[in-house]
Nanobody, 114 residues
């Protein structure tokens, strides 16, 4: 049974930082590219970042380039999203998923507000 558990969200002021984690189980983690998505109230879910499984190549949505960094730890079956210089428009529920194969956790809420 595929399980993804996101954590690390919270309330942060504009310009602040957060590090999200996504602990996984139920599949061979090292065989899958992984992605972070987010969904803001009233908006569709959108991709934030992806990391490949073979060589850890990362790609980012334009709206987070230079501010967010995605990484993975195959020993811990976990992906991370380090977020810097957060903006109010980054407020959303953040989810991780297996790229192209799905499976979603409950998400973690990130709120950027003064």
């Amino acid at each position: 049974q595929v399980q993804l558990v996101e954590s690390g969200g919270g309330l942060v002021q504009p310009g602040g930082s957060l590090r999200l984690s996504c602990a996984t189980s139920g599949f061979v983690f090292s065989n899958y590219a992984m992605s972070w998505y987010r969904q803001a109230p009233g908006k569709e879910r959108e991709r934030v970042a992806t990391i490949t499984n073979a060589d850890d190549i990362t790609t980012y949505a334009d709206f987070v380039k230079g501010r967010f960094t995605m990484s993975r730890d195959n020993d811990r079956n976990t992906v991370y999203l380090q977020m810097f210089n957060l903006k109010p428009e980054d407020t959303a529920v953040y989810y991780c998923t297996r790229t192209n194969y799905g499976g979603w956790g409950q998400g973690t809420q990130v709120t950027v507000s003064s």
